[in-house]
């Protein structure tokens, strides 16, 4: 989900200067449009070796780590957003990572594949898993340990008392508001811990 | 085969106060420069060296083509620290035994070789010593100061005592303090040293002896902990020295591993001075800033301006990756640049210095990436 519209869509809801954790930061391109475009400042995490090279090569702070051991390198609010894009579905347990990125950031962003968008919905009622540009991988090969939908999402918050500041969906790098869930093959949620 | 380095020295008339209360005058350090130093100076490296190394960080000597420095696959024209781009400098510290003043030498007030009166240097004298190098280099402020191992303890230092003179700062396989565990190790190497009869108290250059058993017990033990298991075992497993029958010997090499290591202690115990083995094993030791902040290594990192780039090996137990995440959280904590590279690499603590295709690539980004920033 590295195309320039869909960026610019989670880089809107980051606030100027802010200080930003981006959990499983990939190559680093979306700090690296934070930092030149909005005066953010952070570090990313990551665990693929190939990843960690593309930042530092950016010149993007970069930290090796296994998300799935925790944050407990990070105290408690000490970011003012943390960002988990496309990261959920690759880690083993969500909601702890959820809580965790409540703790640390003063606001959380979270993007990830909705699987009820609809081209997703026909493929399973045709009886078979959905392969799609957004979901691109065989049942039988794929990074992505799980799939959830924008409800699920919803819900999951609701049981963390997450504050919703904001939730839509994103489709073809534009933001849709009118049935998310079933409208748009990314899920964005933007909430804030009590 | 790498390029022609040629060593240098310099010397320093004036007393350098030391950590310890005493000083020490009349020193000479022992240094290579390799590339160029650009016009508005801004181009200069520090590299610092660990345990058993030297100035020679890299290039081979004229007419010894097997010269290689310690760091050459790091260090040179087109290597992760392109000396095409920067001006490299590796320096012997205080108390080594490889040209710089050591206890190998004359100490000025009593005419003697120093032996075990060479005063006690710790890291931050080591930096106070480099420090004063650059001055009489003209180097106000360097891109980078980089090390391994200890040399990675010295760079460290380097941020907290001299926040302005770098712009980076490259700490590989490094601690912000020794473990129990590792000052255990220490301390054995030392006591194989100090008891081996040939020692004499430090002052065995008097008698016409070298204290080589202990430098050989010192090696073997070191190098153990420098290596991991799943490398020794795939090195040496439990392979036989001499065909496959075992000889019930105790004293007789039986193993391959024996047969190594007494090699390994054999030719260190050749080069290496015993007194020069104390002190920087003593050095290692005593480095812990944060002592000076009740513990605090998060306030005593408080200090640094650089940006750092932090790297460790999954298998290395000597300085582990949990040392460096330990030096991570405390530069979170204060809201420094920083980023760090864990290296699955097998190779145990040595990792640091062997050929490893994600470790030199994440070296020679993030140099790439100085080289292209705006001084």
């Not at chain 1, 530092?56 to 609010?77: H, K, P, S, T």
């Not at chain 1, 065989?138 to 999402?153: A, C, H």
């Not at chain 2, 190779?347 to 920033?373: C, N, P, Q, T, W």
Request: net charge negative; proline share 4%.
């Amino acid at each position: 989900m590295s195309d320039h519209a869909t960026m610019q869509a989670i880089a809107r809801r980051v606030p100027q200067g802010a200080r930003v954790l981006d959990l499983g930061c990939g190559d680093g391109a979306l700090l690296d449009l934070l930092q030149r475009e909005r005066g953010c400042s952070g570090y990313g995490i990551e665990i693929a070796d190939a990843n960690v090279l593309a930042c530092v090569r950016r010149g993007v702070n970069v930290i090796q780590l296994n998300l799935d051991e925790g944050l407990a390198m990070f105290a408690d609010n000490s970011f003012d957003v943390v960002l988990q894009i496309d990261t959920l579905q690759h880690l083993r347990n969500a909601e702890v990572m959820l809580r965790e990125t409540a703790r640390v950031g003063r606001s959380g962003i979270v993007a990830f594949p909705n699987f009820a968008h609809w081209p997703n919905r026909l493929s399973v009622l045709r009886g078979r898993m959905p392969v799609t540009r957004r979901l691109p991988y065989q049942w039988y090969d794929t990074p992505n340990i799980r799939v959830g939908t924008y409800k699920d999402f919803e819900v999951l918050a609701g049981k963390n008392k997450l504050r919703i500041l904001d939730a839509f969906g994103l489709q073809d790098g534009r933001e849709v508001r009118r049935l998310p869930n079933a409208r748009a093959g990314t899920a964005v949620f933007h909430f804030e811990h009590d | 085969m790498s390029f022609i380095a040629t060593p240098q020295s310099m010397h320093f008339a004036e007393a350098l106060a030391l950590q310890s209360g005493a000083s020490i005058r009349d020193y000479t350090l022992a240094y290579e420069t390799y590339g160029t130093l650009n016009a508005d100076k801004s181009n200069a490296v520090l590299v610092c060296h660990a345990l058993n190394a030297s100035h020679h960080v890299a290039g081979v000597y004229e007419g010894q083509p097997k010269s290689e420095g310690w760091w050459d696959n790091m260090i040179g024209p087109g290597k992760p620290v392109d000396t095409n781009r920067f001006f490299v400098i590796g320096v012997n510290n205080l108390g080594s035994c490889f040209g710089s003043t050591g206890p190998m030498h004359t100490h000025p007030d009593t005419g003697e070789v120093y032996g075990a009166d060479f005063p006690v240097v710790t890291v931050e004298d080591w930096v106070n010593a480099q420090a004063r190098l650059l001055d009489c280099l003209g180097i106000e402020q360097l891109a980078a100061v980089m090390g391994g191992s200890l040399g990675g303890m010295q760079a460290l230092s380097w941020t907290l005592q001299y926040p302005g003179r770098m712009r980076h700062a490259v700490v590989v396989a490094s601690a912000p303090n020794l473990t129990a565990e590792n000052i255990a190790f220490n301390e054995v190497a030392r006591r194989a040293i100090v008891t081996d009869p040939d020692f004499h108290g430090g002052h065995f250059y008097r008698h016409g002896v070298i204290p080589k058993r202990g430098l050989r017990i010192a090696r073997m033990i070191g190098h153990i902990t420098y290596l991991s298991d799943d490398v020794m075992n795939e090195k040496f497993g439990r392979q036989l020295r001499e065909g496959m029958q075992l000889k019930y010997s105790t004293q007789d090499i039986e193993f391959q591993i024996e047969s190594y290591l007494r090699y390994q202690g054999d030719k260190f115990s050749e080069y290496f001075d015993a007194n020069t083995y104390l002190l920087i094993t003593r050095a290692l030791d005593y480095f812990d800033p944060a002592r000076q902040h009740g513990g605090s290594l998060t306030q005593a990192l408080a200090a640094a301006r650089a940006r750092f780039l932090l790297v460790s090996f999954t298998t290395d137990w000597r300085f582990s990756p949990q040392r460096s995440r330990e030096i991570v959280h405390a530069l979170l904590e204060n809201r420094r640049d920083v980023s760090y590279a864990e290296i699955d690499a097998p190779h145990g603590h040595d990792a640091f210095l062997l050929d490893d295709a994600r470790y030199m690539g994440v070296v020679r980004s993030y140099f790439d990436s100085i080289a292209k920033e705006p001084t």
